[in-house]
């Protein structure tokens, strides 16, 4: 049995190895911490790490599988988790100086982290994020600056930045992240890497620092489809301490994963229209090829345009900035400087949002769900490009106007929505960083939205492939 495990490893891979004795749960938490090692200076994946304690838990899995002892689903794997849900082994920041670390005291763990690692899994540490979730970097904040590891020039996405840029160094098999208008699906479409945001209310949010309630999903990030859905087999379910929690019955997510896709009809709108920051050379051609394979996979592919598609990005918006204005207003007040500068133009921008805008934008939210219902009662699947550009450069990033790196990308679409949304990457752009598309289905529907990611990537190798910025030395 080898000590060594492979740097790129998935998660599903690495759990069928752990299990034949092809690898050691010390193997595999060794490798992440050489991989942090050697370049999470340069990434910015991790604002607080566990290796000891990883280490430890790794030897106890180890002497679990020597006893012949039966196995939990995630054992002996190695995870990520985005610096906003609640671990009480590190402080829980959200990457700011403004959070009370009495907040994460009392509420001790995560839902979300306490079901993965009473399945096995092996928290690493806490990784960066935008600040509470929203904004962009800014250099003035003592907190690393996240990197995408196919450029290290350019911005590993927001808000669930480590938790994307990890699983492409490395670090970590899957990671946690959380998405109010596209937190999980960006960072892995500049990554490179795959991620679910699930069904709203689908995992709980308990322990999780707020920033739209009625907005906010928590869910899978790993490097591929099939590894999302063994996490989120882990992650799904009802919790009595999260309001919004839905009581949908779990279906059995890697079960539903066949590699065939006959009799599902696949609604494509290529989003050309709305791409306002410009759209990337090699795009449309990988956008083009990665639909094929879908109908290759057995697909019925159709053209759909998905309707109110300005209105309900500006309903994302106008959601998001009133209820994360009613958490932060008393701190925006008493300590404006401490929060970063994108973050505190966000956050402030709240105070524009009236009353009457709130209603009017949730009035009009339900119009959208029911329009795009109609749609998925036509077709099984709407996909889409994640966004039609790759990671922006961090010096092209504008402190003062946060709202600019969203242009071209169309994550916050889905989230007034409540869809389940996976995002895969289709191969690489101009500048050699990921592009990615997106696959949306039906409410409570992950199964399928994960069957069809799946099955493209069982006829692909864009997920796999070794960033740039780490090939050196591999």
Known sequence: MSTVA?????????????????????GLVEQAIANADRHD????????????????????????????????????????????LAHPHGPTTAQSLVLDPAWADSVGRAVAIHRLEAAGGIVMGKTTTMEFAV??????????????PWDLDCWAGGSSSGSGSGIAAGMFLGAVGTDTAGSIRIPAAFNGITGLKPTFGRVPKSGVVPLGYTLDHVGPMARTAADCALLLSVLAGHDPSDPYSAWSPIQDYPA??????????????????????????????????????????????VPVEIPMYPEVIAID???????????????????????????????????????????QAQRVRRIAQNQVADLLDRVDLIVTPTGHLGAPRLDTIDQLQPLNVLASLHTPYWNPLGHPTLALPIGLSSTNTPLSMSITGRNF??????????????????????????????
Not at 55 to 70: C, L, M, N, T, Y
Not at 136 to 146: G, Q, T, V
Not at 456 to 470: G, K, M, S, V
């Open 317 to 359: 918006l106008v959601v998001l900035l009133a209820e994360a204005h009613a958490y932060h207003r008393r701190d925006l007040l008493e300590r404006w400087t401490d929060y970063g500068r994108g973050s505190r133009v966000l956050l402030a921008a709240g105070s524009a949002v009236t009353g009457a805008d709130y209603v």
């Open 445 to 474: 529907d992950e199964s399928l939205v994960l069957r069809a990611g799946d099955a493209y990537q069982r006829r692909t190798t864009h997920h796999l492939t070794i960033p740039t910025a780490l090939r050196k030395g591999q």
């Open 135 to 148: 904004g962009i970097p800014d250099p003035d904040k003592p907190f690393p600056i996240p990197r995408t």
């Open 6 to 26: 492979p740097t790129m490893q998935s998660l599903t891979d690495a759990v069928a190895a752990l299990r034949n004795g092809e690898i050691s749960a010390v």
């Open 256 to 301: 539903a994963l066949t590699g065939d896709l006959h009799g599902v009809t696949v609604g494509v709108d290529n989003l050309d229209r709305y791409a306002a920051a410009g759209i990337d050379p090699e795009q449309p051609t990988r956008f083009t090829a990665a639909i094929d394979e879908l109908r290759a996979a057995g697909a019925t592919i």
């Open 41 to 84: 200076g340069e990434v910015g994946v991790f604002l607080t790490r566990f290796d000891d304690r990883a280490r430890e838990q790794a030897v106890r899995v180890d002497a679990k599988i020597a006893a012949g002892s039966p196995l939990s689903p995630l054992d002996g794997i190695p995870l990520g988790i985005k610096d906003i």
